[in-house]
Every structure is written in C-alpha cells, then in structure tokens.
C-alpha cells in the first residue's frame, strides 16, 4: 500500500496539536482586518483568537477570501514528486470554493503525476465539523487503513455529521449583512438567540431560536442527546469564538446528561470567525438526522 498524506484547509478549526498528532498537512486560509491580510494557521495563527475576536467587538470587519488552485498545486507537488499520494478533505462547497480549487488543482496534478492517487473529497462540512471529520479519518490511516477505505469511509459518513450552532451577538450579523438591522435589534432587546445548523448542501440555514443565552447553550445539548448514534461512544467535538465559560458548561452538560464518551474544544479560528463574530458557540456529532 502507498504510503499518503491527508490534507484539509484551516477552515477545520483543528488545534495544532490534533494536526501533529494525526500528521496533516494543512493549507491555510487568509483573513484580511484593519488593511493587513493575514494566513490562518492552526499553531495559534498570526493573531491571537483574543485579539482578533476584540477587534470585532470593537467594530472592525475582517474579510475572507477561499484558496486559488495554485495555492494547492504548491503544497501539494513536493508531497508527489516525495512518491506519496494524497487524500484531500475541503472545506464545504456549500460556503466555499476551496474545495473546487482543491479539484482543479487535483486534476491539473493527476497529468503530471500518473502514477500517483489524488483524491478529493467535499466535506459539506464547516469549522470543527470537518476537524470530526478529518479527525476520524487521520485515525484510520494511522491505524493503516488505505486511501480508498478512508476516502469511502468519509463519503459513506460525512452527511452524518451534525453542525449545531448558536451566535451571541446579533449585531455582528447584521454588519455582515446576514439579518437586517430591525431583527438585530428586536433580536438584541428580547435576548433572542439564533439556532443554525448545516444542511445536506453544506449550507448553513437558521432552523430555530432560543430566548437568552443558556437556553441556546442547552439547546445544543439537547440536540445531542436526542440525535446522536451512540452518544456513549462517540468523540464529541466543540467550537467557539472567544467564549470559553460558555463552552466549558456545554462540555460538562454533554458528559453529565449525555454521557459522551470525549469532547474536544476547539477555538474558532479568524476565517470561520470572520462569518460568526464573538460568542458563537457550535457542538459537532455523529447523529441522524443531520
């Protein structure tokens, strides 16, 4: 069996210390704030999660742009012309288009590189659903599964993956332009606080709300609770934008009431950030339905 590489994008939100423990190759993604544009790292990144997510509060917008193919093309030919093939897991194509550079890129390589394997695969998953996702599948080659069972193994599972979000600060969406002022501000004065998840597009659509902020957290869990396969089992994992007290209680309600078998926190990173603001809080799972 040929020895391959999984690579994903930093849009997976996985902390430097899953990368090196699974041995991934990730493409950074870039933000641009206050004029300076900036790559978003996993190691902690150019700018602290603390003074980036400050910066929105204090009324700055950061702007994201997605890879080009070329981009890919570069991280990935030493990795060819090393005799290894390669596994990509893209960000979703419903918020995206890394992941169709990730295709052109492939294509493009598969001329100068025949006798190597190039797969891609659409996550139609976001932040640290698609740090699950790689996650399961850096476990697998790692346990010597080949690039074709991971690959099927990440097509057959990825719309099982659960995206379960809530967002703390209304007016940051409405700076964004994805809700209008008067609902930000309606929303603002009543406490209410916005459910979203990701569709089976890989898109994410706001499907519920929550009055005040810890009922939305527990809506999260609860959410676990009711859908997810085998819970006790399960490695759920966990996202936020610079409220960590507010995901450390999601964390101890999903080990006492639901009894998962882990939880790993992750932070989110700028890019994803950028679209979320401070305060978004997300919970990640195996469940059916999505």
């Not at 994410?204 to 819970?231: C, H, M, S």
């Not at 450390?248 to 979320?276: F, M, N, W």
Request: charged content about 25%; overall charge negative; proline content about 3%.
């Amino acid at each position: 069996m040929s020895e391959y590489v999984i690579v994903t994008d930093s849009s997976a939100d996985l902390t430097q210390e899953l990368v090196e423990e699974l041995e991934l190759s990730v493409l950074p993604l870039s933000f641009t704030i206050r004029g300076t544009t900036l790559e978003d790292h996993p190691d902690k990144r150019n700018m602290s999660s603390k003074e980036f997510y400050q910066l929105l509060r204090d009324g700055e917008m950061s702007t994201t742009s997605a890879v080009n193919m070329q981009q890919y093309i570069d991280l990935l030919e030493p990795v060819l012309t090393e005799g290894k093939d390669v596994l990509i897991l893209s960000f979703t194509s419903g918020l995206s288009n890394t992941c169709q550079a990730s295709m052109m890129a492939a294509s493009e390589l598969r001329e100068k590189f025949p006798e190597r394997k190039i797969e891609v695969v659409d996550t139609l998953c976001a932040s640290a659903g698609q740090g699950l996702l790689v996650w399961c599948a850096g476990k697998k080659r790692l346990a010597g599964e080949s690039l074709e069972a991971v690959r099927d193994w990440c097509e057959e599972n990825k719309m099982k993956v659960c995206h379960w979000v809530t967002v703390n600060d209304l007016m940051h969406l409405k700076r964004g332009g994805r809700i209008s002022a008067t609902t930000a501000l309606a929303g603002t004065l009543l406490q209410i606080k916005p459910i979203i998840h990701v569709d089976d597009a890989g898109k994410l659509d706001t499907v519920d709300k929550a009055r005040g902020r810890k009922a939305a957290l527990d809506y999260l869990v609860k959410k676990v609770q009711d859908t997810a396969i085998d819970p006790q089992e399960q490695t759920v994992f966990l996202s936020h934008s610079d409220c960590q007290e507010d995901i450390e209680y999601v964390a101890a309600q999903l080990r006492e009431k639901v009894g998962v078998k882990d939880v790993k926190i992750c932070d989110i990173g700028p890019v994803i950030g950028s679209h979320t603001g401070p305060g978004c809080a997300v919970v990640f799972f195996f469940g059916q339905p999505r």
